[in-house]
């Protein structure tokens, strides 16, 4: 079955610093990709999507590429700031459905 | 204004009620889900559903069932609560083709007792 897989459970940097979180997926590379932000207590909100066909997307201080080799997606946030501080989904379209990876809780330090 | 918007915020119940959560949004949107958000943060689908289909996630027990009025309402409909049906369950929205962004509601928080 298809799994994804978040790098990592957290992940703590300092202010103004890039951060790099990693979504893996095993079997069969999907159409598309996206990657939301969730807040404690709130719904997830959409950033970014990628095709398959295109290596990155840039919006804003986001940057997020498609590996469909290595079956993997890379989300970036440059100049990081303490307001970034939150959890990060990445998700596939898997039979007309999102799945979800468990999400990487981002905290930027002053 | 609000997009997607879910009632109750907070549902606390004893064990082996029936409950529901209303759902509703306002964006036009011919597909809504209902996603399931355990204690681990895990988010998991549990239906998507538009005017023409209803995909149901195979795990989800049928005790559970989503109702739709009309399209911009998607309720959620669960018969005898468990200890385990505890999580926060979110509604989404999006448009069906292709694979759109979807839009989330605040939530509902179930705590079964």
């Known amino acids: 079955s298809q799994k994804i897989e978040q790098n990592s459970e957290a992940l703590n940097i300092q202010e103004g610093k890039t951060a790099t979180l990693t979504c893996n997926y095993t079997?069969?590379?999907?159409?598309?990709l996206q990657w939301y932000r969730q807040d404690p207590g709130r719904g997830p909100v959409f950033l970014l999507l990628?095709?398959?066909?295109?290596k990155e997307k840039r919006k804003e201080r986001l940057k997020v590429t498609f590996d469909t080799t290595l079956k993997q997606s890379l989300f970036h946030i440059t100049a990081s700031q303490p307001a970034d501080s939150a959890t990060y989904l990445c998700?596939?379209?898997?039979?007309?459905?999102?799945?979800f990876g468990a999400g990487t809780r981002l905290t930027v330090k002053p | 204004d609000t997009a997607v918007s879910q009632t109750p915020k907070y549902l606390v119940t004893q064990m082996g009620n029936d409950k529901s959560i209303k759902c509703e949004q306002n964006?036009?949107?011919?597909?809504m889900y209902w996603y399931k958000q355990d204690s681990k943060k895990f988010l998991k689908i549990m239906f998507s559903?538009?005017?023409?289909?209803?995909?149901i996630n195979e795990t989800v027990p049928n005790r559970f069932s989503p109702k739709s009025p009309d399209k911009a309402h998607l309720n959620l409909h669960i018969n005898s609560l468990e200890l385990g049906d505890s999580a926060v369950y979110f509604c989404?929205?999006?448009?069906?083709?292709?694979?759109?962004?979807?839009?989330f509601g605040p939530g509902t928080r179930l705590t079964v007792l």
């Open positions: 998700a596939l379209v898997l039979n007309n459905d999102m799945r």
């Open positions: 989404a929205s999006s448009h069906r083709d292709p694979y759109n962004e979807q839009f």
């Open positions: 559903y538009n005017n023409k289909e209803l995909i």
């Open positions: 990628i095709r398959e066909n295109e």
């Open positions: 964006l036009g949107h011919d597909t």
């Open positions: 079997n069969y590379s999907p159409a598309y």
